[in-house]
């Protein structure tokens, strides 16, 4: 069954520096998404992309934040200079939606740690 | 702002017995959803309701959305040792949308 991947499953960075998440959706999907769960605490929607453009961001997703579909198959998020406080999993989802389900499919996850 | 509420957060289970998961939500939408998480794990999708008053069941877990009131619920039957994870609602308003997820309830089982 097709999945999601995200690589790498671990990053340790310090802050100020930048850190790219990479994500490979569901090949013949549509949407894509990054979300963020901060540990103990619920998921947090950061943007969408869609027809190779952003469809939608939330007020987490700054000027420090940017996405970029590089070729066919990639999706990725950037962080140009990390804080503390982006310490969390950040999980990529796609979607194809369709008359029958618009179910987002969600990564394993990277675990970003800010030192 | 839409926002999304559920409960209880902490769900203590007896084996064999019945429970209950609340979602509500603020405002206006027929797309909910319901999302298992098993620790340090990823998010595992259980139920897609698109509509008032539907209802799918898979194993011990049934689930069921009312639009009007706003509210889905999550019952679970019998509750087994393999049921142990947070459970999330969350909706959306548009196929493609962004997400709005609850707080997650978080259960554990009892013998």
């Not at chain 2, 794990?41 to 008053?53: C, D, P, Q, W």
């Not at chain 2, 619920?73 to 909706?91: E, G, M, Q, S």
Request: net charge negative; charged share 20%; aromatic share 12%.
């Amino acid at each position: 069954e097709p999945e999601v991947t995200q690589t790498p499953s671990h990053q340790v960075t310090q802050m100020g520096q930048e850190v790219i998440l990479r994500c490979v959706p569901i090949s013949n999907h549509l949407y894509f998404y990054w979300y963020r769960q901060i540990l103990g605490q619920k998921v947090e929607f950061l943007v969408s992309f869609y027809n190779n453009e952003i469809s939608e961001k939330s007020e987490i997703f700054d000027d420090q934040f940017s996405v970029e579909r590089p070729d066919g198959s990639n999706f990725t998020l950037k962080i140009r200079s990390t804080k503390l406080e982006d310490s969390a999993m950040y999980f990529c989802a796609s979607s194809r939606p369709s008359g029958g389900t618009d179910t987002q499919y969600f990564g394993p996850g990277t675990r970003l740690t800010v030192l | 702002e839409l926002k999304v509420e559920q409960n209880p957060l902490f769900l203590s289970m007896q084996e064999g017995k019945n429970y209950t998961i609340y979602c509500n939500y603020s405002t206006t939408s027929d797309r909910l959803y319901w999302y298992r998480q098993d620790p340090g794990k990823s998010l595992e999708s259980l139920f897609v309701l698109l509509s008032n008053g539907a209802v799918k069941q898979e194993g011990r877990l049934m689930a069921s959305l009312d639009t009007k009131a706003r509210l889905s619920t999550l019952h679970i039957t019998a509750a087994v040792h393999d049921l142990p994870a947070t459970y999330f609602c969350a909706v959306d308003k548009t196929s493609g949308s962004r997400l709005t997820f609850g707080e997650g309830t978080q259960l554990t089982v009892n013998p």
